[in-house]
């Protein structure tokens, strides 16, 4: 018998083919909208995309409105943060939407992969997105070839977009013009005009912040301080990170400075920002606006960490962590093996005590070190006692503390500073000049980078010579505005004023932060 064969005609399926639906029912239909910045022209934008939309759908009688997905101020070049964006594409796989309509195909996305792989994504599910300006449907039989050209420009598009605003930053930066997210900035808001002022009620904060870290506390402590007094940090938010605090005194900008390009954009698809170890150029400002923290205090500050992150101690220059719990913590030295004395609770047959013992002699035995063990109680009052000692002899101590302060008085910085700022105007001529005639510039960057150093290191120095001067100052201060001796041992007055107590077999050696030394007897 011959075979009978019957045709049966492709009806076309209505809607996605995630649910199964009548073909009488009308399609849902739903429109994508974008932009990409958050400036009034674009917002302007936004409203009538929606607005025209949301009309153009309700019109046609043959599709149900499905509503608008929209993101406001979002790149095209990723999906990840377009969360609008990704909520259609979920709303589509669980078969809610039959059909999406956008204004462009660089409104739907600028990533040729993420174009292509969403529009395959729902074209396996009978969902077509119609390009109303290239009007292309992805349904057609030619629709792909089209988008994969299109999609391929729009990339193109971008990314040419995307160096048009690095050499538009580049050219701020040469200027010195400084851009900063002052939302996000602890101290600091703008003025009409953009420019960066200081916010006269935030800035006390920061404040606070240098004087604490230079007072002793720890990153810690400052924190749960600024907690416990209801201060925010630049972001809102009540908890105190002790990485934010370290990145805060670590930013020159709290000194009215500037180091532009930190970081730089490695692929502007995915937009991964890098550290900037000198792969592109960085741009340093000075005074560029109105600083928070003095210049000298500043450095001082940048010394003070440098210190805490290198401290040793002993003969075998054992690394030591720092530690601000106590006020006499790394502040004690043993005059034997210059190890610092540690703080113990003791418990010697049955009678609890606080105890310093000398960290050789912890943790090796006496043979290593046979430094003897002092009570906490007598070791704070032979600091009452030091203290009290330099209250008596301040007639004395007022005129070392005066020849001191001359000692430490040098204008040489100056000269040297104004020096390296001609040397670096020169190099930067240079520098100028080989990239115009596109000369290898290795040597002059190598140079700058050198005068940079040498102006770090003038720096440090001059912030050195002000912090003497402060400390020598602020005892002079002291002893002249003191009138009465101590009777109990004072924490903050040992933080302030104290800098070392090394223990000696009779008596305790105490230096003040002045430069001033006194000998208690046991």
């Known amino acids: 018998m011959e075979s009978n064969i019957t045709v049966i005609p492709a009806r076309r399926h209505i809607g996605n083919t995630v649910k199964e639906q009548d073909e009488h029912t009308k399609l849902r239909v739903t429109a994508y909208c974008r932009v990409s910045t958050d400036t009034d022209e674009q917002e302007t934008s936004y409203d009538t995309q929606v607005k025209h939309y949301t009309e153009y759908i309700q019109q046609h009688p043959d599709w149900k409105f499905a509503g608008i997905f929209a993101d406001d101020g979002i790149s095209g070049t990723n999906v990840k943060k377009r969360d609008e964006f990704n909520r259609m594409i979920g709303e589509c796989m669980s078969g809610n939407i039959d059909m999406v309509i956008t204004k462009s195909?660089?409104?739907?996305?600028?990533?040729?992969?993420?174009?292509?792989?969403?529009?395959?994504?729902?074209?396996d599910k009978n969902i077509p997105v119609y390009f109303e300006k290239e009007n292309i449907n992805s349904m057609d039989s030619k629709g792909e070839v089209l988008l994969t050209i299109m999609a391929s420009l729009?990339?193109?598009?971008?990314?040419?977009?995307s160096q048009n605003v690095k050499l538009g930053i580049q050219f701020r930066y040469q200027s010195g013009k400084v851009q900063v997210n002052h939302n996000r900035f602890l101290g600091y808001t703008k003025d009409e005009d953009g420019n960066l002022i200081v916010d006269k009620t935030e800035s006390e904060a920061i404040k606070r912040i240098f004087r604490e870290y230079l007072e002793g506390e720890s990153l810690m402590q400052i924190g749960r301080g600024l907690e416990a007094d209801g201060i925010l940090t630049g972001a809102g938010k009540q908890k105190w990170r002790p990485e934010t605090i370290k990145k805060m005194l670590k930013n020159e900008k709290y000194m009215g400075d500037a180091l532009l390009q930190k970081t730089y954009t490695t692929d502007f698809i995915e937009k991964t920002r890098v550290k900037n170890n000198g792969i592109v150029p960085q741009y340093y400002v000075e005074n560029s606006h109105e600083a928070i923290i003095p210049k000298d205090i500043f450095m001082q500050v940048q010394e003070e960490m440098v210190r805490r992150s290198n401290l040793y101690s002993g003969g075998n220059r054992k690394k030591r962590v720092y530690s601000s719990k106590y006020a006499l913590s790394g502040m004690v030295c043993c005059s034997k093996c210059g190890e610092i004395y540690r703080r113990l609770a003791w418990n010697n047959r049955g009678k609890r005590s606080v105890v310093w013992r000398c960290c050789t002699r912890v943790e090796h035995g006496p043979s290593a070190c046979d430094a003897e063990t002092i009570q906490e109680v007598d070791l704070q009052m032979a600091t009452?006692?030091?203290?009290?000692?330099?209250?008596?002899?301040?007639?004395?101590?007022?005129?070392?503390?005066?020849?001191?302060?001359?000692?430490?008085i040098d204008n040489s910085t100056k000269k040297e500073m104004a020096e390296i700022d001609d040397k670096m105007a020169a190099r930067q001529q240079d520098l100028f000049k080989a990239t115009q005639e596109m000369k290898p510039y290795d040597d002059i960057a190598d140079a700058i980078e050198d005068l940079r150093d040498q102006k770090k290191k003038v720096f440090a120095e001059k912030a050195e010579q002000e912090g003497n001067k402060l400390r020598i100052k602020e005892m002079t201060e002291f002893l002249s505005g003191m009138n009465h001796m101590l009777i109990d041992y004072d924490e903050q007055m040992v933080r302030r004023y104290i800098e070392r107590i090394t223990v000696y077999d009779s008596y305790y050696e105490v230096e003040f932060k002045s430069g001033i030394k006194v000998e208690i007897e046991k």
Do not use: P, W
């Open 154 to 161: 729009a990339q193109q598009e971008s990314q040419s977009l």
């Open 105 to 123: 195909i660089s409104r739907f996305a600028r990533n040729t992969l993420d174009c292509l792989k969403f529009i395959r994504q729902l074209r």
């Open 384 to 408: 009452v006692r030091a203290i009290n000692k330099a209250i008596q002899c301040s007639d004395s101590m007022l005129k070392i503390l005066k020849e001191n302060l001359t000692s430490v």
